[in-house]
């Protein structure tokens, strides 16, 4: 990802990219906090709602944590 080049992330285990979600697997046995990035990409012009991220451990499931929601809009050139 060239566009992300500049922000220092974790390598994830598994990604998958759905048609309306991004999944990832990271194996994080630090307490230091970590980046996850993904790009949105809008395929017509609008005006598009995101939903917030979540993020969870599998196996401790108090850590757990949400993103703020977004919109973003798309303009045809």
Same mark, same amino acid.
């Given at each position: 990802m060239g566009a992300l080049d500049w922000l220092k992330t974790v390598p994830a285990e598994s990604t998958e990219f759905r048609s309306d979600r991004f999944i990832a697997a990271v194996n994080w046995r630090k307490d230091d906090a970590?980046?996850?990035?993904?790009? *949105? %990409? !809008? *395929? $017509?012009? #609008? %005006?598009?709602?995101?939903?917030? !991220?979540?993020?969870?451990?599998?196996? %401790?499931?108090?850590? %757990?944590?949400?993103?703020?929601? #977004? $919109?973003?809009?798309? $303009?045809?050139?």
């Open positions: 970590f980046r996850i990035a993904y790009v *949105v %990409r !809008a *395929v $017509s012009p #609008g %005006r598009y709602h995101h939903p917030a !991220a979540t993020v969870e451990d599998m196996y %401790r499931p108090q850590y %757990r944590a949400h993103t703020d929601t #977004g $919109s973003m809009q798309v $303009s045809a050139k």
